[in-house]
């Protein structure tokens, strides 16, 4: 049911734009406006797409926007379905079910998230390593369609090992160029690496919560990614995945989280970030 309902969104988006889509990269909270890099853009509201849901929280435009970046054909994701609004897990994944039917290859998640160690502050990037699903669901739950992956999938290796390589040389390079020009001491390396803790959200962690995250091995925490890299794996796309230190968890300062805060640090890192990608673009295509 759900692979004829992902064929018929597929179809449609293919009628809008007839392009092979390589590449799809999801933007999370304050990194929306990477979609304005996009050339020739073909814009689909979430709405006009068949089995899509629609995207709520602010800051989220919610739509699909299409087109070349690099030279490389993307689908980017403006706004995504997170859980804690209330839709069930098998709409916030459909997406990337869509993006398996046209032929991706390569997905790119991006979160907002937070730190919950005080060396890693905010305005820092991490590449993910692997995570943790504390949100107490898989978006593999319920019937499995084979045409999409198999039954039991394996998550070894969920975040592509290539891709991570290329986002650290490409990083590593910006870090260069940056030293270069300042004549001043090497900067922090922009991306490091480390473990996403995935939770269902939409309050923010206790202090007590984030303790025993950073004892499971959470290098940060958020309220996305994961049901999507999930998905993509399962059915062989490869995942890059990145996030935002927009915040340091709960407890790790004395300073309590607000949305404004994340959002704006968000968009603030939002140059460093669109440097970063445009660089892996070129790498990938
Ligand atoms: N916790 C959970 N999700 C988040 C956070 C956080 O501190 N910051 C941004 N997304």
Known sequence: MNYE?????AEFIKSKYDKPIKIV????SGLGA????????????????????????????????LGEIEGVSVAIQQGRFHYYEGYGIDQVVF?????GRLGAEIVILTN??????????PGRLMLIRDHIN????????????????????DMTDVYDR??????????????????????????KPLL???????????????????????????????????PEAITAHHQGMRVLGISCITNLAAGITNQSINHDEVMETGEKVGKKFKKLLRRILRRLA
């Not at 907002?112 to 502050?121: C, D, H, M, N, R």
């Not at 504390?134 to 999938?153: A, H, I, K, W």
């Not at 007590?208 to 996305?224: H, K, N, P, Q």
């Open 162 to 187: 290539e891709l991570q390589q290329i986002a650290i040389e490409e990083s590593e390079k910006i870090r260069e160029k940056k030293t270069e020009k300042k004549r001043k001491k090497q900067p």
């Open 5 to 9: 309902k992902a064929l018929e969104a």
């Open 34 to 65: 990477f979609a304005d890099e996009i050339e020739n853009a073909v814009k689909i509201p979430y709405s006009e797409i068949p089995n899509f849901a629609v995207s709520t929280v602010e800051g989220h435009a919610g739509q699909l926007v």
């Open 134 to 153: 504390m949100m107490g669901v898989s978006p593999l739950r319920g019937e499995n369609d084979t045409r999409f992956g198999p039954r039991f999938p």
């Open 95 to 99: 997406p990337m079910r869509v993006f």
């Open 192 to 226: 490091r690496r480390g473990v996403y803790c995935a939770l269902s959200g939409p309050n923010y962690e206790t202090p007590a919560e984030i303790r025993m995250y950073r004892m499971f091995g959470a290098t940060a925490v958020g309220m996305s990614t994961v």
């Open 112 to 121: 907002a998230a937070g730190s919950v160690l005080t060396s890693f502050k």
């Open 25 to 28: 990269l999801v933007l999370g």
